[in-house]
């Protein structure tokens, strides 16, 4: 009962942040509506095909992981498992949902939930690598462009990048992991946590697969950030492709908060309040941010009908 009002509780705050949106903002939903069906089907057509490859580079990128923990394991299992997050990852809060269903999955399959979560988080870690990369890398491009953004904007790299060297000190330095591990209240909590963290240490003498799987990242992210410039340019948003590189690495970190389903509504008003600093009109950017969780949907329900057909077969 309480898992279901939870969920209840986060299905509304997508809907109330949407409705804000919509009445608080200046978007009309009529020409959002418009926008969308005269999207430009060249355009559209390659940001579908790039969303695809975008989705096989963090198979990819997993499978990598674990492989040099579990080198039994089958590629079509874990296609599975991958297929079951994607579809949760649409009906739950933000993408943890799906992590924490991969990581059930296999954990299940293999009876090892230490070194699975392992893998599910450092995939999780190197992808916020990949992320802030590719928005510094956007940053360095601007200033040789000539482009100037807001001061806060440089204080949200601050912080994301102080969050990315606080995880990878705890992830990759026992000093570090010990002084938050104190902070455990319970023992089981503690215990538990230190054998994860042990999982996720030994990955720090595997160098083949964090370069493997960073560089993945950087090209993932680079990929998923010119699918947004894809869509844009079918929507009529005509603005340099640098912008795309800053401003959709931001709206990723903000939609892994768990408090809305697949980010719906954080999404949108995240990519409101970036692009119209460039001037860009509130009805094209939410369009624009109502297709690509279009592509978010329908990749899930795709997911979940490999999942459901595969189900019978998952423990072979």
């Not at 509304?12 to 020409?31: E, Q």
């Not at 060249?42 to 923990?69: E, Q, T």
């Not at 492709?241 to 401003?247: A, G, Q, R």
């Not at 941010?289 to 899930?300: K, P, Q």
């Amino acid at each position: 009962m309480k898992k279901i009002l939870i969920l209840i509780i986060k299905i509304s705050i997508s809907l109330g942040l949407l409705i804000i949106l919509f009445r608080r903002i200046d978007t009309d939903i009529k020409k959002t509506l418009f926008y969308i069906r005269t999207a430009d089907p060249l355009y559209f057509l390659a940001a579908v095909l790039l969303f695809i490859l975008v989705i096989y580079l963090g198979l990819v990128r997993w499978n990598i992981f674990l492989k040099s923990v579990k080198k039994d394991l089958a590629f079509r299992r874990i296609f599975v498992s991958f297929c079951g997050g994607l579809f949760f990852n649409v009906f739950l809060p933000s993408s943890i949902g799906g992590d924490i269903v991969r990581t059930t999955d296999l954990s299940l399959h293999t009876k090892d939930s230490s070194s699975i979560f392992a893998t599910v988080f450092l995939d999780r870690i190197v992808g916020f690598v990949g992320l802030v990369v590719v928005a510094f890398l956007g940053f360095i491009l601007g200033y040789f462009y000539g482009l100037r953004y807001s001061p806060q904007l440089y204080l949200f790299m601050f912080i994301f990048t102080a969050l990315l060297i606080f995880i990878l000190a705890v992830v990759f330095s026992k000093r570090a992991f010990n002084l938050v591990n104190k902070l455990m209240v319970f023992g089981f909590l503690r215990r538990y946590f230190t054998k994860f963290h042990e999982c996720c240490y030994s990955f720090r003498f595997q160098k083949v697969t964090l370069i493997k799987t960073m560089l993945l990242s950087f090209l993932l992210q680079a990929c998923f950030s010119t699918v947004y410039y894809l869509v844009g340019l079918s929507l009529g948003i005509k603005i340099n492709i640098i912008h795309y590189l800053i401003f959709v690495p931001i709206i990723s970190s903000v939609t892994v908060l768990p408090i809305a389903i697949g980010g719906l509504g954080l999404r949108d008003n995240t990519a409101v309040v970036l692009f119209s600093t460039l001037g860009v009109a509130a009805d094209r950017v939410v369009a624009m941010t109502l297709i690509n969780f279009a592509f978010l949907f329908f990749i899930g329900i795709a997911g979940g009908l490999f999942y459901a057909v595969l189900l019978n077969n998952r423990e072979k």
